[in-house]
């Protein structure tokens, strides 16, 4: 089988394409794809923040979550 070299532009339609289609057949798939995304950047952020706070002891944490 011979394969044909595709240039940006087609790259670019074929996965602008590949997108609308699964927005169109998949709308459950994408929103859950974006949501892991959105989750992971937030968890990042948040262990960010959490190495500029001060640290505690594990007995610490154990007696607030309780």
Known sequence: MAYKAL??????ESVKQALVE???ERKDLFYE???EIVEDYALARAIKEGEKTPKV???KVVRVLG
């Not at 240039?7 to 670019?12: A, L, M, S, T």
Request: hydrophobic share 40%; proline share 0%.
């Open 7 to 12: 240039n940006d532009r087609q790259i670019k």
């Open 22 to 24: 699964l927005l169109q």
């Open 33 to 35: 794809f974006v949501a």
């Open 57 to 59: 002891s594990k007995e």
